[in-house]
């Protein structure tokens, strides 16, 4: 009597290579040339890149199609390899993909959802794009992870914050390395309790749309752990750009904290609003009225000027890691553009490789296979210390920065000052966490395509 | 009580945006018979005029600093201005940190210009032309105008704080014998208001009180009239676009500091600036300032938490659904004349 062990990939192993069996008397016949979606047949394999070229959001696009282009460069054996030599895998030879050279097509998703589906859609049917990768809105990133899903190709996704494109939205195709909103709240809050007490009195004013909702709760919910109170809670719309008025109830409300969930222009805006209205020089409560902004980036912080000094937020990383991962793209990328990479030049970078390498560990371009490697995937060398990309909900799983905005800073580059490294053990989560869409919340099945 | 004295605060410095590019807008169309909806991207240029010249300012020698490095390792280049050279480091620090207050001598020429280019090159040729096509080609022209500020200056917002003198707030809530600390309220917002204040009365002192405005209404009541008695009524009107876009020009630059400017300003209070110039009455001068600071506090005071609460959403329909209101009950908007658009 021999004793099973069923095991989750065991089965899909077994699948697999029964799929591959019965798939055999048809793979060679002309009327089903490829197995899936755009499946590369030549020298070259295509990839697309979807990023904000116009919109609130194309300086973010653009350099995130920097990096792109950069990991491009990389993979084909160009430049100086940036962090292909750092990646703990050794399976990238600067040869390709496969051997296959890498080519790219972009697309301008202009931080709308349709616009976006359509670029990608496009890329897909017209360009013969295997992958798609990009965004700098989680808006945008859900719903092309959805039409990604559908066509049967891989997407990695860029900058997407939202709980929901891991949480409640994930898609068996789809794959993110950015931190999201519960990692953010977890990080902060224990150094906001650090600094301001636990006896804190909070207002959230918190951008209307789902990446908005998501922080709130995740912001809310790991301070009032710590004792925190949430006062009140208002919804500004997207469109806003003078915030004047929202923030002056804040000066009556009997807060002592104000937290902006606003990105972009948002955040600029509002936080330059709140540092009009003198709120940092206050005193309420017998305590210094704080600031805090969950979500930084560096390309913000730049616009709001000097406002951003002393005000904490959390990052997934900075070009001022001495880590050699981070090093060693810090030098290609300053190199070639003469500045320094955003957090978002640096997740797209890592996406594409982590991609590449993926395709090269499963010696093969089928999306399956593909998931199939990077899940449960483990990896160092890339900017983010050892980190987890988790089967359960395709959420890389590594260190977050909590940052604040520089003092003195340096150089107009110089705006974060890394606070703290969260161990990872401190933002990971359970896949059915309530945050995440509970128990609901499933991949469905991965997707080949035809 | 308190909250309704910050929300009318409040009110006052947007509604002092709304009505000067209101004004303008209806200069225009009073004169030209143009809608012009290029006006919200000329209240953008000139928020970048205060950007252009604080750049200009800032221009730069770079002198590469050996004791300290970039963050590629290299020697650190450190930029000195080159006013630092000529005027002194003290003095050169002065005349950067007061770039928007000096932005307003160079915005006057610049939009001037810029309208008058406008208007001959592109608007002449529309006069003719329905409605519909006049605002399809400034539409148009707002686009290229935005994306042309875009290509130069990157999509962020570009801080442009105000000078050092006026950061801070004005603690009215002390001053009026409230608690203090609770009616605060910035001062560049303070200066804001008073400069709107200023720009309106002058534009309607000039209309009012000198031959040339007089020649300008005499126009825009008959404008046949006006050219049967031999004044070549077209020059002048090309004039009052150039000053339409000069208005729009200074409402901008000094709103520089209050928000950061980036390329796509100029839309955002386009549309809310057509209402306005609805509201008020189409070709109203006063109507329009009116209507300006009139939807701009009704704005301000939506987004207050204890209204939000009862009608949540409002604050984003507020300005339509007061518009829908007067235009039902006052056809011709707050203080519009008969026989506007109406023909």
């Given at each position: 009597?021999?004793?099973?062990n069923?095991t989750r990939?065991?089965v ?37 890149f ?113 709980n ?18 519960y ?39 790991s ?24 923030i ?48 930084y ?33 810090v ?37 399956c296979?593909?998931a ?9 060398g890339?900017?983010?210390g ?25 150089s ?15 933002v990971t989560?359970p896949?059915?966490?309530?945050q995440?869409?509970?128990?609901d ?10 | ?37 290029a ?19 800032t221009?730069?020698r ?53 309208g ?18 006049q605002?399809?080609v ?7 105008l ?12 570009i801080?442009?704080?105000?000078p ?32 709107a ?61 209050i ?62 659904l007061?518009?829908i209101i ?18």
């Amino acid at each position: 009597m021999s004793k099973t062990n069923l095991t989750r990939r065991g089965v899909l192993k077994t699948s697999a290579i029964a799929g591959a069996g019965l798939a055999v008397p048809t793979i060679f016949t002309a009327s089903s040339a490829s197995a899936f979606t755009n499946e590369p047949m030549g020298s070259t394999v295509t990839l697309g890149f979807n990023v904000p070229q116009s919109g609130p959001y194309a300086d973010e696009g653009a350099d995130e199609l920097r990096a792109y282009e950069l990991a491009v460069e990389h993979l084909n054996g160009g430049g100086d390899g940036g962090m292909m030599n750092t990646f703990s895998s050794k399976e990238l030879q600067g040869n390709g993909i496969l051997g296959k050279k890498v080519e790219y097509v972009t697309g301008d998703t202009q931080t709308k959802s349709d616009a976006a589906r359509a670029s990608a859609k496009s890329m897909i049917e017209k360009d013969g794009a295997i992958m798609i990768t990009g965004g700098s809105s989680s808006g945008v990133a859900v719903a092309v992870q959805a039409l990604c899903q559908e066509a049967g190709v891989i997407f990695m996704a860029g900058l997407t914050h939202s709980n929901d494109t891991t949480g409640k939205d994930r898609k068996a195709n789809g794959f993110r390395h950015f931190f999201n909103s519960y990692m953010s709240g977890a990080a902060l809050a224990p150094v906001l309790a650090a600094e301001y007490g636990t006896d804190r009195k909070a207002y959230h004013l918190t951008a209307d749309y789902n990446w908005g909702y998501t922080t709130e709760e995740a912001v809310r919910a790991s301070t009032e752990a710590l004792g925190w109170e949430t006062v009140n809670a208002v919804k500004t719309p997207l469109t806003a750009t003078d915030f004047s008025a929202y923030i002056t109830p804040v000066l009556q409300s009997g807060a002592d904290t104000l937290v902006l969930n606003h990105y972009g222009g948002n955040m600029v805006n509002s936080l330059t609003n709140a540092v009009q209205f003198g709120l940092r020089d206050k005193q309420v409560n017998g305590k210094d009225f704080q600031i805090v902004v969950p979500l930084y980036s560096r390309l913000m912080a730049r616009g709001a000027g000097a406002n951003v000094k002393g005000i904490f937020g959390s990052t997934n990383w900075h070009w001022s890691l001495q880590d050699e991962g981070s090093k060693a793209f810090v030098k290609s990328f300053g190199e070639k553009y003469g500045f320094p990479p955003s957090q978002a030049a640096h997740t797209t970078y890592v996406q594409t490789l982590l991609y590449a390498d993926a395709v090269q560990r499963a010696g093969s371009f089928a999306p399956c296979a593909v998931a199939e490697a990077l899940e449960d995937y483990e990896f160092d060398g890339l900017g983010n210390g050892p980190t987890l990309y988790r089967a359960d909900d395709h959420q890389c799983f590594k260190d977050v920065l909590v940052v604040k905005g520089k003092e003195n800073p340096q150089s107009e580059f110089d705006l974060l000052e890394i606070v703290e490294v969260t161990p990872v053990e401190q933002v990971t989560y359970p896949p059915d966490h309530p945050q995440m869409g509970g128990a609901d919340a499933t991949l469905g099945t991965c997707n080949n395509g035809a | 009580m308190e909250a309704i004295i910050l929300q009318i605060l409040n009110g006052l410095d947007k509604g002092s945006a709304y009505a000067l590019i209101a004004l303008g807008l209806t200069l225009i169309f009073g004169t030209l018979g143009v809608v012009n909806f290029a006006h919200g991207a000329l209240f953008m240029i000139g928020a970048f005029c205060a950007v252009t010249l604080s750049r200009i300012l800032t221009a730069s020698r770079t002198v590469i600093d050996e004791t300290k490095t970039d963050f590629l390792g290299n020697p650190l280049k450190v930029d000195v201005p080159h006013v630092y050279d000529w005027f002194g480091e003290a003095a050169g620090a002065t005349i950067i940190d007061w770039a928007v207050p000096l932005s307003i001598l160079f915005a006057i020429p610049v939009m001037m210009l810029i309208g008058l280019i406008m208007e001959r090159g592109l608007i002449k040729h529309f006069y003719s032309r329905p409605h519909a096509d006049q605002i399809l080609v400034t539409f148009g022209l707002a686009i290229v105008l935005q994306e042309i500020i875009k290509y130069f200056y990157g999509a962020n917002p570009i801080p442009t704080p105000a000078p050092d003198a006026f950061r801070g707030s004005f603690d009215f809530g002390a001053a009026l014998g409230f608690d203090p600390n609770v009616i605060i309220y910035p001062y560049w917002r303070l200066v804001y208001f008073a400069f709107a204040a200023v720009i309106i009365g002058a534009v309607f002192a000039f209309l009012q009180f000198t031959t040339f405005g007089m020649v300008v209404r005499a126009g825009m009541a008959d404008r046949e009239t006006v050219g049967l008695l031999g004044i070549d009524i077209d020059k002048r009107f090309t004039l009052m676009f150039g000053l339409a876009a000069a208005v729009a020009g200074l409402a901008g630059v000094m709103y520089a500091p209050i928000n950061s400017p980036n390329y796509h300003m100029g839309m955002d209070f386009l549309v809310l600036s057509f209402v306005v110039v609805v509201v008020g009455g189409m070709g109203s001068l006063p109507g329009a300032v009116a209507a300006g600071f009139l939807l701009g506090i009704l704005e301000s005071f939506a987004s207050m938490g204890a209204v939000l609460e009862v009608l949540p959403g409002i604050n984003q329909i507020i300005i339509y659904l007061v518009a829908i209101i007067i235009l039902l009950t006052r056809p011709r908007g707050l203080m519009g004349r008969k026989g506007v658009m109406e023909e």
